[in-house]
């Protein structure tokens, strides 16, 4: 294992780079958790680990030389910080258990530093009912977007541009904080060349959604080890009352195989507010894809996720949602699909503190190839004061093929004594009675496997809140599932 | 074998009237109004009944070649011989020698005692994986049925209604149907229907089964009452057609209109040409669908073959009175 390679000779070696030369802004609060990881952190959480210093190197060389805005400013020097004591995940990290990220590690990773000279790749024909925001190579092209058709006071675009001081400063307050990210949380936070910021004011209802598109242009081949990174980060503050609905798609350009998308999206919901997030991730099958959900919640708000990931050699998605007052509703639907010799990851974790909490998660995936693999680590935690809360968990999975393989570690953590929590694992493959009554009405074997196996996803499919995207997901899954392995 | 059996073999011993001539009469045309159970056996060499049809009908319990006149006019659809078949996990044997002769146009019902093996026969025809099937013979229009997968077997135009459909949950009822027309039509070398086409060859069909619209875009079976699943699955038949329909209890679990609607749709459905095998406990359905025959099943085998006096002798002295006579 690569990943377990580290050695002594690591021990506390510090490149000059990382020693910042910039005027540094230390908040308070990254003093305090530097000190709380000296006092209660492992013997071996303080060594550094040299390959993850590199990579925070290259990082900030690929960082543009302008100057940024101090929110963004202060999230790179606390990112950079971060690494320095951590170390690449290894089999070892219970969250790593069954995720093996040597690929990446074993690549020869290029953060991409420019978005590219032309877009010309970029047809914007229309064919999504609403216009998309772009991102290429992690970098926000916003050119194509209209915002005039946004309510009063909604934001949507890049940091850098926003004049509104009153803005800037709720995206300071709570950008960045986050004291469960791991190395690539913080990878994320070094590397990210912009910050996305899409605003609602108290109140607001945003009718259409926000449909942001992350394209990987830049890729090497199977055969080289060379493999672009981008850090893309979207920060969502949505105030009381506020509404929106968010599209996030990722997608590589065609005949780009391997590059790694490092992802982030932050989202704040007001007390009362909603928002319903779509996420789909249909990277290259030789492609890393690593992201972050971080959502905070305010009482009687919602937040509702469908995910549906079929992409990515690797792909992984933390998410993590504290829900930070009472009467709030979580919902995580989430389907993964692994056609080829790929490992699709969900790590979800929602930590419930207040009464009368509810939340509900249907995980389902397909592994449809021999080496393929999923994991789910769904952790779901009703702390003492979360009374009343509404509970619930089910994870399906079908496997297909012999040798195909699921590590499912459902878990609910109740510490509340008055609850109402279930949950539910179920592995299983196609069942025979309904393949039969395919047969039976003229219908062969093989379409009939097809219709199954996608109608169990289709479950999940059916749940995301817009039919143009519900459409473009099915045929995508479609294809997959028909296209010979 | 001493069941070979020629539901009008015995035709010979009455004139028929002249409306039986063509063999292929709308099933409607067969009354069956004999107004006293009594053993066919009887009914048909003492009483020269004044209803040639029902004579016609009357069981033949001596191996025949008589029939071979009436036969040659007539086309076999489905001819059983021989069956034998077992569970195939238990190896336990259910069939143990099954004899049948369907023609085209005729309406047959098999009876018997739960445990008999109705179902299995009517499972066995269709090529359920749950049976192997360890002898005789299955001939269906000409070919041999048994050498066929169970798509072929549909597509040959062997249609089985499930006694308990499965739900299928994630496809939607018109998806469903879709895609077994599509196979269809591609089998028979025409373009498949795209969904708006096919909408439009559907929706008619929905007022046969007395159905609404938003039954199409349900899953399959998911949800559905016993009514429905039933209603359903003649839906199929009527959207997919058949020449020979098993229909598996379908009458089990239904409501008297509910019932009343399924064999309306069924009797809709016959032509000349098709047949129907049903299969049931009760005599209520054979009074809405009327069979040129019926046969009782008990352990694995068709003991007795005759005519819907059949069903009324079983309703009042039971299985026992057949088995013994």
């Known amino acids: 294992m690569a990943a377990l390679a580290f050695t002594h000779q690591n021990l506390l070696q ?8 910039k005027p540094k802004l230390k908040s308070k609060r990254t003093k305090t958790r530097l000190s709380i990881q000296t006092l209660t952190a492992s013997p071996q ?85 609403f216009k998309s925001l772009n ?51 913080s990878v994320n936070g070094l590397g990210a060349p912009d910050l996305m910021v899409i605003y609602v004011p108290e109140g ?101 996720l469908v995910e549906v990931s079929t992409g990515g050699k690797l792909s992984r998605h933390n998410v993590h949602v504290q829900q930070l007052g009472s009467d709030t509703a979580t919902e995580l639907t989430t389907f993964h699909l692994c056609v080829g010799d790929q490992t699709q990851d969900l790590h979800s974790r929602i930590v419930l503190d207040h009464p009368r909490g509810y939340t509900q998660q249907l995980h389902k995936c397909i592994v449809a190839h021999s080496s393929g693999q999923a994991v789910f680590d769904g952790n779901v935690k009703v702390n003492r004061f979360a009374q009343q809360t509404d509970a619930g968990q089910l994870t399906r999975s079908l496997l297909l093929e012999p040798r195909a393989t699921v590590n499912i570690k459902p878990n609910l953590q109740i510490i509340a004594d008055d609850v109402k929590c279930s949950h539910g694992a179920a592995i299983s493959d196609l069942e025979d009675s309904q393949l039969f009554y395919f047969q039976a009405r003229g219908i062969d074997l093989e379409t009939a496997r097809k219709a199954l196996v996608f109608s169990f996803g289709a479950e999940v499919i059916d749940r995301l809140p817009y039919s143009f995207v519900q459409k473009q997901v099915k045929d995508h899954v479609k294809e997959l599932l028909q296209s010979p392995r | 074998m001493a069941w070979q059996i020629q539901c009008t073999a015995s035709a010979p011993l009455i004139s028929p009237p002249p409306s039986l001539k063509p063999k292929c009469l709308p099933p409607h045309a067969l009354v069956f109004t004999l107004p006293v159970a009594r053993s066919s056996r009887f009914r048909s060499t003492h009483t020269p009944s004044p209803r040639p049809v029902a004579a016609s009908l009357s069981t033949v319990e001596s191996p025949t070649s008589a029939g071979g006149l009436d036969d040659s006019s007539k086309t076999p659809l489905l001819e059983v011989k021989g069956l034998t078949a077992v569970i195939a996990e238990t190896k336990q044997e259910i069939l143990k020698g099954v004899n049948l002769v369907i023609h085209q146009g005729e309406i047959h019902a098999i009876m018997g005692k ?208 057949i088995s013994a006579a």
């Open chain 1, 135 to 185: 991102f290429i190579d992690g970098f926000l092209v916003d050119s194509s977007f209209d915002s005039s058709n946004l309510p009063d006071g909604v934001y949507v675009g890049s940091l850098s541009k926003l004049s509104s001081e009153g803005i800037l400063k709720r995206v300071s307050g709570f950008l960045g904080d986050f004291e469960w990210g791991d190395l690539f949380w």
């Open chain 2, 114 to 321: 739960n445990g008999s093996g109705k179902s299995t026969f009517s499972k066995v025809l269709v090529g359920h994986p749950d049976y192997e099937v360890t002898g005789g013979s299955v001939v269906f229009k000409g070919e041999n049925l048994l050498d066929m997968e169970p798509e072929e077997r549909s597509l040959a135009g062997l249609f089985m209604s499930f006694q308990a459909p499965v739900e299928i949950p994630g496809v939607s009822n018109i998806d469903f149907l879709n895609m077994a027309y599509n196979a269809r039509r591609k089998k028979l070398g025409e373009p498949e229907l795209g969904p708006l086409e096919f909408y439009a060859y559907i929706y008619p069909k929905l007022d046969l089964v007395n159905m609404k619209t938003d039954f199409l875009n349900r899953n399959v079976n998911e949800g559905f009452s016993g009514g429905e699943r039933k209603r359903n699955e003649i839906l199929q038949l009527a959207v997919l057609g058949a020449d020979l329909a098993i229909l598996d209890e379908i009458d089990s679990g239904l409501d008297v209109d509910a019932l009343r609607d399924v064999a309306k749709a069924v009797n809709g459905l016959l032509t000349p040409k098709n047949s129907v095998l049903m299969i049931t406990h009760y005599r209520r359905l054979l009074e809405v669908i009327k069979p040129t025959c019926i046969h009782i099943m008990e352990d694995g085998r068709i003991i007795k073959t005759g005519d819907s006096s059949l069903a009324e002798v079983l309703e009042e002295k039971g299985y026992i009175a």
């Open chain 1, 45 to 129: 959480a303080s060594f550094t680990d040299q390959f993850v210093l590199q990579l925070a190197d290259s990082l900030e060389d690929s960082l543009p030389s302008s100057s940024s805005p101090l929110p963004l400013q202060k999230l790179r020097d606390d990112s950079s910080e971060a690494l320095l004591s951590t170390q690449w995940p290894s089999r070892k990290d219970e969250s790593f258990r069954f995720t093996d990220t040597s690929f990446i590690r074993n690549s020869n990773i290029k953060p991409i530093s420019h978005p590219p000279e032309s877009l010309s790749f970029l047809d914007d024909s229309g064919d999504t009912q």
């Open chain 1, 204 to 304: 607001c209802r945003v009718e259409n959604p926000i449909y942001l598109k992350y394209i990987s242009v830049e890729g090497g081949n199977e055969g080289s080890k060379k493999v672009p990174l981008s850090n893309p980060r979207v920060f969502v503050l949505v105030e009381k009352g506020g509404e929106i609905g968010i599209v996030e798609e990722f997608v590589g350009k065609e005949g780009s195989e391997c590059y790694w998308t490092n992802s982030v999206l932050e989202v704040v919901v007001g007390e009362g507010g909603k928002v319903k997030h779509s996420y789909l991730q249909k990277q290259s099958l030789s492609a890393a894809h690593i992201k972050w959900t971080s959502v905070r919640q305010e009482s009687t708000s919602t937040y509702e």
């Open chain 1, 14 to 21: 510090f490149t000059p780079k990382l020693t910042p030369s």
